[in-house]
């Protein structure tokens, strides 16, 4: 039904109203459009409105889907023109709901309506019958373009207990978007050996040694999906590299004189883990630019720790 209604009023009104004797400004405005003076033809015709007039009003709307340039300042005089469909409708006029199914969906003298033109469809649909529904009515006027979803810019503060630093940017749509996450307890020491709670590994040196002290050096790099569930949330899974690696100090002494000798720093391989890091969080929009996320996340699903984050949303 709504791919009829363009045309249907340029070619059922004209018959309609070709027994009717024009009204003077009907005939005024007529002269104006063979002069291609479109101003004065619009306030000929605008005298009709204030009647109602059908003629003036099929005129009216053909110069407003013929001419683009018209239409902002036929904005107020358009919606007169709806006025009085309206009211025709009322009264089972087809010929007016068809016009005004053409308005509602194309927003003339009003906001775009699908509602109310799907409403006057099934009005008209009763009202007619099918062979009398004349074809072709977008030719004139293009269907109205769906307007594109902009994307929403996400920028985050991310804690984790083995890495409380962290940021995440995301992108999301309509439905899907997209994160890329960094995290770090800003912990970048360098180990020189390996041990573990045995000792050092392989360790050679002519004097003993004491574990004193240890530290933990954790990062991450993850990205991956984000689709929204609900205008308010939304649920993230991603995947990347981690790493958490345990550090231990030791001091080494003489044997001979208790002196000491050395100091360094060996990476725990029983407690260290590096590989593919995986998450999953939700996302609760609890606002129109806020946000704040929980989940968790996994070292090759050994190291396991929580996710927490707050964030904007532009």
């Known amino acids: 039904m709504s791919r009829f209604l363009l045309l249907l009023f340029l070619i059922i009104g004209p018959f309609n109203l070709s027994a009717q004797r024009l009204t003077e400004y009907n005939e005024k405005g007529n002269e104006a459009l063979s002069r291609n003076d479109l101003a004065d033809a619009k306030m000929w015709f605008e005298e009709g409105v204030s009647f109602c007039d059908s ?3 099929d005129k009216l709307t053909t110069i407003w889907i013929e001419n683009e340039q018209f ?33 509602y969906e194309h ?17 008209l649909s009763k009202l007619s019958k099918p062979e009398e529904q004349l074809p072709a009515l977008e030719k004139r006027l293009p269907s109205p373009k769906e307007k594109p979803t902009p994307l929403n810019l996400i920028i985050g503060y991310n804690f984790t207990p083995s890495a409380p630093y962290g940021i995440t940017f995301g992108l999301l749509g309509k439905r899907w978007g997209g994160y ?39 990062f991450g790099i993850t990205g991956g999906l984000i689709v929204k569930i609900l205008p308010w949330l ?17 001091t080494a002494y003489s044997y001979s004189n208790n002196s000491l000798t050395t100091e360094l720093w060996c990476e725990n391989v029983t407690g260290s883990y590096k590989g593919i890091e995986t998450e999953a969080d939700a996302i609760v929009k609890v606002s129109k630019n806020f946000y704040f996320s929980v989940g968790c ?18």
């Open 71 to 103: 239409r902002i300042p036929m904005r107020s005089l358009m919606t007169k023109c709806l006025n009085c469909l309206n009211i025709k409708a009322t009264e089972n006029d087809t010929a007016s709901i068809a016009r005004l199914i053409l308005y």
């Open 107 to 123: 927003g003339i003298g009003t906001p775009e309506s699908p509602e109310l033109a799907n409403y006057w469809e099934e009005q």
């Open 55 to 57: 003629y003036s009003i």
């Open 180 to 218: 890329l996450r960094l995290k770090s307890n800003m912990t970048f020491g360098k180990t020189t050996v390996d041990c573990n709670e045995s000792g050092i590994l392989n360790y050679t040196e002519g004097a003993y040694y004491k574990f004193d002290r240890e530290r933990i050096s954790r």
């Open 297 to 314: 996340n996994s070292i090759n699903l050994e190291f396991a720790d929580l996710n927490a984050g707050i964030g904007l949303i532009f």
């Open 234 to 250: 939304s649920a993230s899974v991603g995947v990347g590299y981690g790493e958490r690696e345990l550090q231990w100090h030791a």
